[in-house]
């Protein structure tokens, strides 16, 4: 088994979750290596689902190693919570299946406290954040105004940092945005609680995988949101604030890019996105309502509504490009079924002329003409098929076609959340 970094291909809430679950069986660790709780991974195992925002996706396999690393950014009170909620249902969530890298930075409460008032600001021109304080926390890790676990756990340590950055945060959130100063004493005693609280998971995670890797163990890194809320490649401003494409693995772990031996790309069988920003495919009224129902697409952290479309193989074929993705797998294919055609855009048109890269800019993109392909579509439930040969004809010249436009292999295609629901295509990485 290679090691491999999973990522979404789209922009977030692809089936990341429950394909690192399938897979997780086969790796020694599961490292998370950017985001935070802005992320939800769904996992369903016969009638129980565990949504998770900050542990890794191989965290309800038995014998398998977590671990967050130092690119991700954890709320230590959200962190507990799913800790403990998980032990409560059974899983095993303790030091000897969950590390974190003493490197990863703190949520504070002013980090949200900015997310929130930023977005009531800015009212029509929001990002649509997850409102968790992801933003702002990275801003202070560029900043180097940061509090990393390391500083956490340490009473003195935090109680100096704290000094260091809170007056000046408190001056951007009374001052600038309006809001409520965040008192010193407050917060510490409460925060120092969480720090003895997770004093035992924190250790120097590059060392940890690097040195396993030296010991023959392999590795899955698992990425959250998706290439298209990539800070740098995504639909920028309209993006997350890090690395979400593979490219955030090694920085966002200290292992070094060499270790990667390929890259497994997550999509949905059309697109989905929840917050604001351009989305070139987006179906609107009806038939988007239709596809949000069936699909059940309504945040996993938020509970937002996402927004529908189809499936979009121009923007596919970029993040697999700069991502290095070699395979897909395919989620959700069962919504599909009962839609009379389906659409796949294969190309995009600005002011009438077809375009030959994806656009870099957000007010290009909300002015593109997407080319279309219509496909016949199926009217019956798949979702018990087993076989790709059990698959209507139709659906089956669907795979045909996204393969052939991405130019990326579908390597399994699932057709139900839950950890049976799957077809593979190809043996797994041949
Ligand atoms: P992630 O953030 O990429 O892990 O994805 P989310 O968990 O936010 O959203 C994916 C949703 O689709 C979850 O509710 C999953 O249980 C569900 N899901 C995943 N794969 C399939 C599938 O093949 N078919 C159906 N119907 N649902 C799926
Ligand atoms: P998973 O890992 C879908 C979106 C937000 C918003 C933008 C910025 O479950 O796929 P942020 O709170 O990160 O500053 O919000 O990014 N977003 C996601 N959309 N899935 C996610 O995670 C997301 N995490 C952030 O909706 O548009
Ligand atoms: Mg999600």
């Known amino acids: ?86 032990i409560e249902a059974g899983h095993t969530a303790d030091e000897t299946n969950l590390k974190i890298s003493d490197r990863t930075h703190v949520i504070m409460p002013y980090h949200r406290a900015i997310d929130l008032a930023r977005e009531s600001m800015n009212g029509k021109g929001k990002i649509g954040t997850t409102g968790r304080g992801i933003g702002p926390v990275y801003e202070d890790k560029a900043a180097r ?45 409460e925060y120092s609680k ?79 996105r929840v917050g604001e920003g351009p989305f070139p495919t987006e179906i609107s009224g009806e038939l988007g309502e239709k596809l949000r129902q069936a699909g059940g697409e309504f945040g996993a952290t938020t509970g937002r509504p996402r927004r529908c479309g189809w499936f979009d193989a121009f923007a596919l074929k970029y993040a697999a490009q700069i991502n290095g993705i070699s395979s897909i797998a395919l989620t959700k294919l069962d919504v599909l079924s009962g839609f009379d055609k389906l659409n796949i855009c294969v190309g995009y048109k600005y002011k009438g002329a077809e375009l030959s890269s994806f656009p870099s800019t957000s007010h290009v993109l909300d002015e593109i003409e997407p080319i279309y392909e219509e496909m016949e579509g199926w009217g019956e439930d798949i979702s018990d098929a087993k076989e790709l040969s059990e698959l209507p004809a139709q659906a089956r010249k669907y795979l045909e076609k996204l393969e052939e436009v991405t130019g990326v292999r579908i390597y399994t295609v699932s057709l139900g959340p839950s950890r049976e629901k799957i077809i593979f295509l190809h043996e797994l990485f041949s």
């Open 194 to 272: 969480y720090g003895e609280e997770l004093k035992k998971f924190s250790c120097d995670a590059s060392k940890l995988l690097n040195d396993s890797i030296s010991e023959g163990q392999n590795i899955l890194f698992e990425g959250a949101q998706g290439a298209l809320l990539d800070i740098d490649f995504g639909t920028y401003p309209y993006v997350t604030s890090s690395s979400a494409g593979s490219g955030g693995a090694s920085p966002g772990t200290g292992v070094s890019p060499t270790a990667v031996d390929t890259v497994l790309g997550i999509a949905k069988a059309y697109t989905t």
């Open 145 to 189: 105004r940061g509090i990393k676990l390391a500083d956490l756990i340490d009473p003195d340590a935090l109680s100096n940092r704290l000094k260091e950055v809170l007056d000046e945060r408190n001056a951007y959130l009374t001052k600038v945005l309006g809001g409520d100063p965040i008192e010193f004493e407050e917060i510490f005693n």
């Open 1 to 86: 088994m290679p090691n491999v970094v999973v990522i979404g291909a789209q922009w977030g809430d692809e089936g990341k979750g429950r394909i690192v679950d399938l897979i997780s069986e086969k790796v020694d660790i599961v490292v998370r290596y950017q985001g935070g709780n802005n992320a939800g991974h769904t996992i369903v195992i016969g009638k129980e689902k565990v949504v998770l925002h900050h542990l890794p996706s191989g965290i309800l396999r038995d014998g398998k190693l977590s671990v967050i690393g130092n690119g991700v950014v954890i709320d230590p009170k959200v962190l507990l919570q799913e800790i403990k909620e998980l």
